[in-house]
T-cell receptor
Framework: AQSVTQPDIHITVSEGASLELRCNYS??????LFWYVQSPGQGLQLLLK??????LVQGIKGFEAEFKRSQSSFNLRKPSVHWSDAAEYFCAVGTNTGNQFYFGTGTSLTVIP | DGGITQSPKYLFRKEGQNVTLSCEQN?????MYWYRQDPGQGLRLIYYSQIVNDFQKGDIAEGYSVSREKKESFPLTVTSAQKNPTAFYLC?????????????FGEGSRLTVL
């Protein structure tokens, strides 16, 4: 069965520092991979997605993610974090054979001034 | 502007009452979804619909019901059979049927059972 694991429940970084949020998935074929961001009390917004092609994808707000098939990972990165990046981040997987998306449990990001 | 509108944003319910959460989209998307979000558990799928007049149960459908009479609308009813309905509910629609397209989310409805 498909599943998504986000090992880090909560991460704290200083403003200006680099960020990496981890995501591992379990799926036999090529997955459709997504990262979403959620501000408190709000819905989710798409940051970036990977369907095929170049394994390094660029998203909004200066985020990028790299698909590594050998590691079943799709980690999210940002070179320099801003205070406004504090939010909850969700990794999700879709498939071309099913109708459901599978979400990780999320990583909460705190940014210290 | 195109998007998904959920209402109400906050809702209080007494035990034993049914409540209906509204979800309307003007994105012309065929697929729509309802998720429940609890702290530390991520998003769990309640129901989804790929086309009008058709919908399927997700992982936690017990105690919930939906309808899809119009493409734009996908209301969720939380029935009295739902044992622990206090949660944040998110409606979403997708650019594609199946699970290969981006999800667009509403701002959510927070239900509290008193």
């Amino acid at each position: 069965a498909q599943s998504v694991t986000q090992p880090d429940i909560h991460i704290t970084v200083s403003e200006g520092a680099s960020l990496e949020l981890r995501c591992n998935y379990s799926y036999g074929a090529t997955p459709y991979l997504f990262w979403y961001v959620q501000s408190p009390g709000q819905g989710l917004q798409l940051l970036l997605k990977y369907f095929s092609g170049d394994t390094l994808v660029q998203g909004i707000k200066g985020f990028e993610a790299e698909f590594k098939r050998s590691q079943s990972s799709f980690n999210l990165r940002k070179p320099s974090v801003h205070w406004s990046d504090a939010a909850e981040y969700f990794c999700a997987v879709g498939t071309n054979t099913g109708n459901q998306f599978y979400f990780g449990t999320g990583t909460s990001l705190t940014v210290i001034p | 502007d195109g998007g998904i509108t959920q209402s109400p944003k906050y809702l209080f319910r007494k035990e034993g009452q049914n409540v209906t959460l509204s979800c309307e989209q003007n994105l012309n998307h065929d697929a729509m979804y309802w998720y429940r979000q609890d702290p530390g558990q991520g998003l769990r799928l309640i129901y989804y619909s790929q086309i009008v007049n058709d919908f399927q149960k997700g992982d936690i459908a017990e105690g919930y019901s939906v309808s899809r009479e119009k493409k734009e609308s996908f209301p969720l009813t939380v029935t009295s059979a739902q044992k622990n309905p206090t949660a944040f509910y998110l409606c979403a629609s997708s650019t594609r049927t199946g699970s290969t397209g981006e999800l667009f989310f509403g701002e959510g409805s927070r239900l509290t059972v008193l």
